[in-house]
């Protein structure tokens, strides 16, 4: 293992992903900021305070006090009266708790988007991890091949040496094995790229070193088709959020009709005939007042409300119908695809790769014992070498669709 790397499997790259990837974080502080709203909705409206300072004379002296003060021209002062009051507005009962509900909805709905992008970024991640374990194993096939070829080589020198095989032999051995050392530069740059997307995936350094832990022979149970369609319908976060923002349109529905209902405003005053900053010695009258703010205008305004959020509803009834049915076809989609990867997993597994093996250790026998079929014995190796590669792809390609598959479902894939 390379110098500082870390080792990380699947389970705790899908933790990383989650703690660290730019675009989950983002969509996390979206949810907090909409779930920052409902409070502020709810809160009562800002109250209104007022100072009245009334019976001023054109071009009188903007005076404070003195403004009040006796004299030739006005006995009496000039300010006849002052008044402080303090007005309070209120909703109709209801309104705001409703809206407050709304908001609290919607924030949730997009805790269930994040979820679901989790899901898909999970997807991708684990697509990534295991094409990053097949190119692993592909060089561990060429590596492989290279000792065998090395063997073959060997056997055509001594063969050779004792002039019972022709020259030509040992170097065909000799360029088919620099062939397969130079195969496995280009696996090492695909695995290369591959570690450098998942760091970036999962909010790391792209340059930071990354060793990769995983069984690629490993498989887990995977539920049958009818299990994955109920739970998807059930808990997959995308459908969840179709359902919260559906609960919301239902909700505007209810808020709009409520706007037919008046609305309230208290309104407390104080009045004396003394100016407003000066020793006031004289009576306080007092003054209350409830106002209703009710809508006119034929109801116009309420009425094309009322239409927008029951449209905003259908719109809403809609788009969560669709979204079981993609939820539901996606999952049909990836078990086809997962039961195909796994037919042919099987079939390289279980005939082809042992026949392979088989003509090979034949073809080397015979050739070890008599010279003979040396073409035959390096197109043996070849085929070996070409299964061997298919079944790391096809292994990977049976998790990926396993990932995928229950990544789909709205499962994490461990």
Not at 81 to 86: D, E, R, T, V
Not at 211 to 236: I, K, Q, S, W
């Given at each position: 293992m390379p110098s500082g790397a870390v080792q990380m499997d699947l389970r705790q790259l899908w933790l990383e992903l989650k703690l660290n990837n730019p675009q989950l974080s983002s969509l996390r502080e979206s949810y907090l900021s909409a779930k920052a709203t409902v409070p502020q909705i709810n809160a009562p409206d800002n109250p209104q305070v007022g100072l009245v300072w009334s019976g001023m004379p054109p071009n009188s002296p903007f005076a404070l006090g003195g403004a009040n003060a006796p004299s030739a021209t006005y006995p009496q002062?000039?300010?006849?009266?002052?008044?402080?009051?303090?007005?309070?507005p209120f909703q109709f009962p209801g309104k705001k708790s409703l809206a407050s509900e709304i908001a609290n909805t919607n924030a949730e709905a997009l805790l269930a988007q994040s979820e679901s992008t989790y899901l898909q970024l999970g997807a991708q991640l684990s697509t990534l991890f295991y094409s990053a374990l097949a190119s692993q194993k592909e060089l561990q096939v060429l590596k492989e091949s290279v000792i065998r070829l090395e063997m073959i080589k060997n056997v055509a020198k001594a063969r050779y040496a004792n002039n019972a095989a022709a020259y030509v032999e040992y170097l065909n051995a000799q360029v088919a094995q620099s062939a397969a050392e130079a195969d496995q530069f280009a696996i090492e740059r695909q695995l290369h790229v591959a570690l450098k997307n998942?760091?970036?995936?999962?909010?790391?350094?792209?340059?930071?070193?990354?060793?990769?832990?995983?069984?690629?022979?490993?498989?887990?149970?995977?539920?049958?088709?009818?299990?994955?369609?109920?739970?998807?319908?059930?808990?997959?976060?995308?459908l969840k959020s179709s359902a919260l923002q559906l609960e919301a349109a239902r909700k505007g529905v209810d808020l709009a009709k409520k706007s037919y209902l008046p609305d309230f405003q208290v309104i407390g005053s104080s009045f004396t005939p003394r100016g407003p900053f000066s020793a006031n010695n004289g009576a306080m009258y007092y003054q209350f007042e409830l106002d209703l703010i009710i809508p006119l205008y034929f109801f116009t305004k309420e009425k094309y409300g009322v239409e927008q959020a029951q449209r905003n509803q259908a719109s809403a009834e809609a788009s969560n119908v669709s979204s079981r049915q993609q939820v539901v076809l996606a999952v049909n989609s990836a078990y086809a695809y997962y039961e195909q990867a796994k037919r042919q997993a099987q079939f390289l597994k279980e005939r082809q790769l042992p026949q392979a093996d088989a003509a090979y250790k034949v073809g080397l026998t015979q050739y070890s014992n008599n010279g003979q079929g040396f073409n035959g014995l390096l197109i043996a190796q070849t085929q070996l070498r070409s299964l061997e590669v298919q079944l790391a792809l096809a292994e990977s390609n049976l998790l990926q669709a396993q990932a995928v598959l229950l990544a789909t479902a709205g499962k994490e894939p461990f």
């Open positions: 002062g000039i300010s006849s009266n002052n008044g402080y009051s303090f007005a309070q998942i760091n970036t995936l999962v909010g790391r350094h792209s340059r930071e070193n990354l060793v990769l832990v995983g069984d690629m022979h490993r498989a887990m149970a995977v539920p049958t088709l009818l299990e994955l369609e109920d739970f998807a319908e059930t808990n997959h976060p995308s």
